[in-house]
Protein backbone atom coordinates (compact mmCIF):
# COMPACT_ATOMS: atom_id res chain seq x y z
CA UNK A 1 0.00 0.00 0.00
CA UNK A 2 1.48 3.74 -1.16
CA UNK A 3 3.03 5.14 1.90
CA UNK A 4 0.98 8.45 1.29
CA UNK A 5 2.91 10.27 4.51
CA UNK A 6 5.88 10.95 2.48
CA UNK A 7 3.92 13.82 0.82
CA UNK A 8 3.55 15.43 4.14
CA UNK A 9 0.55 17.54 6.23
CA UNK A 10 -1.11 20.59 6.07
CA UNK A 11 -3.44 22.22 7.91
CA UNK A 12 -6.91 22.07 7.02
CA UNK A 13 -8.75 24.69 9.60
CA UNK A 14 -7.73 23.24 12.96
CA UNK A 15 -6.70 19.91 11.58
CA UNK A 16 -3.69 18.54 9.89
CA UNK A 17 -4.80 16.80 6.77
CA UNK A 18 -2.46 14.17 4.79
CA UNK A 19 -1.69 16.55 1.11
CA UNK A 20 -2.83 12.99 -0.69
CA UNK A 21 -7.01 13.26 -0.29
CA UNK A 22 -9.23 11.84 -2.21
CA UNK A 23 -12.01 13.38 -4.13
CA UNK A 24 -15.59 11.59 -4.30
CA UNK A 25 -17.10 12.90 -7.68
CA UNK A 26 -16.66 10.08 -9.41
CA UNK A 27 -18.43 7.83 -6.74
CA UNK A 28 -21.91 8.88 -8.20
CA UNK A 29 -23.32 7.41 -11.69
CA UNK A 30 -22.41 8.88 -15.19
CA UNK A 31 -22.27 12.72 -15.44
CA UNK A 32 -21.98 12.12 -11.87
CA UNK A 33 -25.99 11.99 -11.96
CA UNK A 34 -27.44 9.15 -10.28
CA UNK A 35 -26.35 6.03 -8.55
CA UNK A 36 -22.91 4.25 -9.10
CA UNK A 37 -22.81 1.71 -11.38
CA UNK A 38 -21.57 -1.20 -8.30
CA UNK A 39 -22.31 0.53 -4.69
CA UNK A 40 -20.06 -1.98 -3.10
CA UNK A 41 -17.18 -1.12 -5.10
CA UNK A 42 -17.81 3.03 -4.59
CA UNK A 43 -17.87 1.80 -0.73
CA UNK A 44 -14.49 -0.28 -0.78
CA UNK A 45 -12.82 2.96 -2.51
CA UNK A 46 -13.71 4.73 0.60
CA UNK A 47 -12.32 2.49 2.81
CA UNK A 48 -9.15 1.64 0.85
CA UNK A 49 -8.69 5.12 0.77
CA UNK A 50 -9.04 6.05 4.89
CA UNK A 51 -7.19 2.76 5.52
CA UNK A 52 -4.63 4.03 3.14
CA UNK A 53 -4.18 6.94 5.70
CA UNK A 54 -6.47 9.63 4.05
CA UNK A 55 -8.13 11.73 6.32
CA UNK A 56 -9.37 14.32 3.74
CA UNK A 57 -12.42 13.54 1.34
CA UNK A 58 -13.44 16.25 -1.11
CA UNK A 59 -17.77 15.82 -1.62
CA UNK A 60 -20.67 17.97 -2.25
CA UNK A 61 -24.60 16.91 -1.90
CA UNK A 62 -25.26 18.29 -5.41
CA UNK A 63 -22.84 14.75 -6.51
CA UNK A 64 -25.46 12.48 -7.33
CA UNK A 65 -27.60 14.62 -6.35
CA UNK A 66 -27.21 13.20 -2.65
CA UNK A 67 -26.15 10.02 -3.63
CA UNK A 68 -22.21 10.17 -3.05
CA UNK A 69 -22.45 11.85 0.79
CA UNK A 70 -24.84 8.74 1.18
CA UNK A 71 -22.45 6.40 0.00
CA UNK A 72 -19.81 7.95 2.54
CA UNK A 73 -21.76 7.95 5.15
CA UNK A 74 -22.56 4.29 4.75
CA UNK A 75 -18.80 3.38 4.05
CA UNK A 76 -17.23 5.88 6.30
CA UNK A 77 -19.72 6.68 9.40
CA UNK A 78 -19.57 6.92 12.36
CA UNK A 79 -16.48 8.93 10.90
CA UNK A 80 -12.51 8.42 12.33
CA UNK A 81 -11.36 11.83 14.65
CA UNK A 82 -9.15 12.53 12.58
CA UNK A 83 -11.03 12.73 9.50
CA UNK A 84 -11.76 15.99 7.35
CA UNK A 85 -14.99 15.95 4.93
CA UNK A 86 -14.83 18.84 2.83
CA UNK A 87 -18.20 19.46 0.95
CA UNK A 88 -19.40 22.48 -0.98
CA UNK A 89 -22.80 24.52 -1.70
CA UNK A 90 -23.60 27.02 -4.58
CA UNK A 91 -25.61 24.42 -7.30
CA UNK A 92 -28.36 21.70 -7.63
CA UNK A 93 -28.88 19.39 -10.20
CA UNK A 94 -31.84 19.63 -12.46
CA UNK A 95 -33.77 17.10 -14.74
CA UNK A 96 -31.38 15.00 -16.66
CA UNK A 97 -28.32 15.87 -14.57
CA UNK A 98 -28.17 19.54 -15.95
CA UNK A 99 -26.22 21.88 -13.45
CA UNK A 100 -28.40 24.70 -12.08
CA UNK A 101 -26.81 27.82 -9.83
CA UNK A 102 -28.03 27.91 -6.52
CA UNK A 103 -26.38 30.94 -4.75
CA UNK A 104 -29.34 32.91 -3.12
CA UNK A 105 -29.34 32.74 0.68
CA UNK A 106 -32.17 30.25 0.95
CA UNK A 107 -30.21 27.47 -1.56
CA UNK A 108 -26.89 27.96 0.31
CA UNK A 109 -29.12 27.22 3.45
CA UNK A 110 -30.52 24.30 1.95
CA UNK A 111 -27.03 22.93 0.52
CA UNK A 112 -26.30 23.25 4.07
CA UNK A 113 -29.02 20.86 5.53
CA UNK A 114 -28.99 18.40 2.93
CA UNK A 115 -24.76 17.66 3.59
CA UNK A 116 -25.56 17.86 7.47
CA UNK A 117 -28.42 15.18 6.64
CA UNK A 118 -27.06 12.89 3.55
CA UNK A 119 -23.11 12.59 5.64
CA UNK A 120 -25.05 12.28 9.04
CA UNK A 121 -23.48 15.00 11.18
CA UNK A 122 -24.06 17.61 13.34
CA UNK A 123 -21.66 20.05 12.01
CA UNK A 124 -20.32 19.97 8.65
CA UNK A 125 -15.94 20.35 8.86
CA UNK A 126 -15.66 22.96 5.66
CA UNK A 127 -17.86 24.24 3.22
CA UNK A 128 -17.11 25.63 0.07
CA UNK A 129 -18.69 28.39 -1.79
CA UNK A 130 -18.77 27.35 -5.10
CA UNK A 131 -19.48 30.34 -7.72
CA UNK A 132 -18.31 30.79 -11.29
CA UNK A 133 -19.69 29.34 -14.08
CA UNK A 134 -18.94 25.69 -15.40
CA UNK A 135 -16.29 27.69 -17.67
CA UNK A 136 -14.10 28.57 -14.54
CA UNK A 137 -14.64 32.05 -12.37
CA UNK A 138 -16.32 35.03 -13.15
CA UNK A 139 -15.77 38.81 -11.93
CA UNK A 140 -18.57 39.33 -9.63
CA UNK A 141 -19.38 40.21 -6.15
CA UNK A 142 -19.42 37.38 -3.94
CA UNK A 143 -20.01 39.38 -0.94
CA UNK A 144 -24.14 38.57 -0.24
CA UNK A 145 -23.25 34.92 -0.66
CA UNK A 146 -20.30 34.40 1.06
CA UNK A 147 -21.96 36.44 4.18
CA UNK A 148 -24.79 33.65 3.91
CA UNK A 149 -23.06 30.77 4.44
CA UNK A 150 -20.71 32.83 6.96
CA UNK A 151 -23.96 33.38 8.81
CA UNK A 152 -24.69 29.83 8.97
CA UNK A 153 -21.33 29.38 10.35
CA UNK A 154 -21.87 31.76 13.01
CA UNK A 155 -25.18 29.50 14.11
CA UNK A 156 -22.61 26.12 14.50
CA UNK A 157 -23.55 24.51 11.16
CA UNK A 158 -20.03 24.47 9.48
CA UNK A 159 -16.33 24.77 11.66
CA UNK A 160 -14.64 26.45 8.52
CA UNK A 161 -15.22 28.04 4.95
CA UNK A 162 -13.52 27.95 2.15
CA UNK A 163 -14.30 28.91 -1.96
CA UNK A 164 -14.30 27.58 -4.97
CA UNK A 165 -14.01 28.68 -8.44
CA UNK A 166 -13.14 32.38 -7.64
CA UNK A 167 -10.93 34.48 -8.69
CA UNK A 168 -7.50 36.33 -6.39
CA UNK A 169 -10.14 39.81 -5.76
CA UNK A 170 -13.09 37.29 -4.22
CA UNK A 171 -11.32 35.72 -2.03
CA UNK A 172 -9.88 39.03 -0.62
CA UNK A 173 -13.13 40.28 -0.49
CA UNK A 174 -14.57 36.79 1.38
CA UNK A 175 -11.77 37.58 3.89
CA UNK A 176 -13.50 40.55 4.82
CA UNK A 177 -16.45 39.06 5.85
CA UNK A 178 -15.04 35.86 7.40
CA UNK A 179 -11.88 33.93 7.79
CA UNK A 180 -11.56 31.10 4.46
CA UNK A 181 -9.63 28.41 5.17
CA UNK A 182 -9.08 26.85 1.49
CA UNK A 183 -9.59 27.69 -2.07
CA UNK A 184 -10.39 24.97 -4.81
CA UNK A 185 -9.83 25.96 -8.01
CA UNK A 186 -8.39 24.13 -11.85
CA UNK A 187 -5.22 24.31 -11.87
CA UNK A 188 -2.65 21.91 -13.09
CA UNK A 189 0.96 21.96 -15.12
CA UNK A 190 -1.12 23.95 -18.49
CA UNK A 191 -3.51 25.51 -16.35
CA UNK A 192 -1.07 28.15 -14.62
CA UNK A 193 -3.29 31.39 -13.65
CA UNK A 194 -3.15 30.60 -9.87
CA UNK A 195 0.46 30.75 -9.86
CA UNK A 196 0.40 34.37 -7.95
CA UNK A 197 -2.91 33.59 -6.04
CA UNK A 198 -0.88 29.93 -4.57
CA UNK A 199 2.00 31.82 -3.42
CA UNK A 200 -0.27 34.32 -1.95
CA UNK A 201 -2.41 31.49 0.15
CA UNK A 202 0.73 29.75 1.02
CA UNK A 203 1.94 32.91 2.86
CA UNK A 204 -1.32 33.03 4.55
CA UNK A 205 -1.24 29.11 5.45
CA UNK A 206 -4.16 28.68 3.63
CA UNK A 207 -4.77 25.22 1.82
CA UNK A 208 -4.89 25.35 -2.22
CA UNK A 209 -6.97 22.52 -3.62
CA UNK A 210 -6.44 22.19 -7.29
CA UNK A 211 -9.18 20.06 -9.30
CA UNK A 212 -8.72 18.95 -12.98
CA UNK A 213 -5.07 17.87 -12.62
CA UNK A 214 -5.41 16.25 -15.83
CA UNK A 215 -7.72 18.84 -17.55
CA UNK A 216 -7.51 21.47 -20.57
CA UNK A 217 -3.76 19.06 -22.05
CA UNK A 218 -3.53 19.37 -25.54
CA UNK A 219 -2.12 16.96 -27.90
CA UNK A 220 1.39 18.28 -27.58
CA UNK A 221 1.46 19.16 -24.27
CA UNK A 222 -0.17 15.28 -23.25
CA UNK A 223 3.15 14.07 -25.29
CA UNK A 224 5.38 16.16 -23.05
CA UNK A 225 4.03 14.80 -20.12
CA UNK A 226 3.69 11.23 -21.26
CA UNK A 227 7.40 11.42 -21.97
CA UNK A 228 8.47 12.61 -18.58
CA UNK A 229 6.63 9.61 -17.60
CA UNK A 230 7.88 7.07 -19.04
CA UNK A 231 11.66 8.35 -17.69
CA UNK A 232 10.43 8.55 -14.38
CA UNK A 233 8.69 5.02 -14.65
CA UNK A 234 5.38 6.40 -13.56
CA UNK A 235 2.13 7.27 -15.04
CA UNK A 236 0.98 10.68 -16.51
CA UNK A 237 -1.56 11.16 -13.98
CA UNK A 238 1.06 10.05 -11.14
CA UNK A 239 3.54 12.66 -12.24
CA UNK A 240 1.18 15.64 -12.88
CA UNK A 241 -0.07 14.88 -9.54
CA UNK A 242 3.97 14.76 -7.75
CA UNK A 243 4.58 17.97 -9.50
CA UNK A 244 1.56 19.34 -8.08
CA UNK A 245 2.84 18.46 -4.57
CA UNK A 246 6.33 19.83 -5.70
CA UNK A 247 4.49 23.21 -6.40
CA UNK A 248 4.06 24.86 -3.30
CA UNK A 249 3.60 23.34 0.71
CA UNK A 250 -0.02 24.10 0.94
CA UNK A 251 -1.03 22.31 -1.89
CA UNK A 252 -4.09 19.72 -1.36
CA UNK A 253 -4.87 16.94 -3.64
CA UNK A 254 -7.92 15.52 -3.97
CA UNK A 255 -7.80 13.18 -7.00
CA UNK A 256 -11.23 10.59 -7.71
CA UNK A 257 -11.50 7.81 -9.29
CA UNK A 258 -14.79 4.84 -8.85
CA UNK A 259 -12.08 1.45 -8.59
CA UNK A 260 -9.33 0.72 -6.02
CA UNK A 261 -6.65 -0.28 -8.78
CA UNK A 262 -6.94 3.45 -9.51
CA UNK A 263 -7.11 4.51 -6.14
CA UNK A 264 -3.67 3.09 -5.34
CA UNK A 265 -1.73 4.16 -8.45
CA UNK A 266 -2.72 7.89 -7.51
CA UNK A 267 -2.13 7.27 -3.91
CA UNK A 268 1.28 6.31 -5.04
CA UNK A 269 2.17 9.63 -6.92
CA UNK A 270 2.86 10.65 -3.35
CA UNK A 271 6.38 8.52 -3.14
CA UNK A 272 6.96 10.40 -6.37
CA UNK A 273 10.10 12.24 -5.87
CA UNK A 274 10.53 14.43 -8.94
CA UNK A 275 14.03 16.08 -9.27
CA UNK A 276 14.55 19.91 -10.05
CA UNK A 277 15.28 19.61 -13.46
CA UNK A 278 12.26 17.22 -14.03
CA UNK A 279 10.03 19.84 -11.82
CA UNK A 280 11.52 22.70 -14.17
CA UNK A 281 11.19 20.83 -17.38
CA UNK A 282 7.23 20.16 -16.33
CA UNK A 283 6.86 23.83 -15.21
CA UNK A 284 7.51 24.68 -18.51
CA UNK A 285 5.16 22.83 -20.74
CA UNK A 286 2.57 25.25 -20.92
CA UNK A 287 5.54 28.38 -21.23
CA UNK A 288 7.11 26.45 -24.24
CA UNK A 289 3.24 25.85 -25.83
CA UNK A 290 2.59 29.40 -25.72
CA UNK A 291 5.88 30.75 -27.60
Not at 72 to 80: C, V
Not at 120 to 139: A, F, K, Q
Not at 212 to 228: K, M, N, R, T, W
Not at 231 to 249: I, N, T
Request: charged letters at 20%.
Amino acid sequence: MADITKAGTFTLGDRNVMRMGYGAMQLAGPGVFGPPEDREAAIAVLREAVAAGVNHIDTSDFYGPHITNQVIREALHPYADDLVIVTKVGAFRGKGGSWVPAQSPADLARGVHDNLRNLGVDVLDVVNLRVGSMHGPTEASIAERFAAVAELQQRGLMRHLGLSNVTAAQVAEAQRIAPVVCVQNHYNLVHRADDALIGMLAEQRIAYVPFYPLGGFDHIQSEALSGVARRAGASPMQVALAWLLARAPNVLLIPGTSRRAHLRENLAAAELVLSEDVVSELSHIAHDRRE
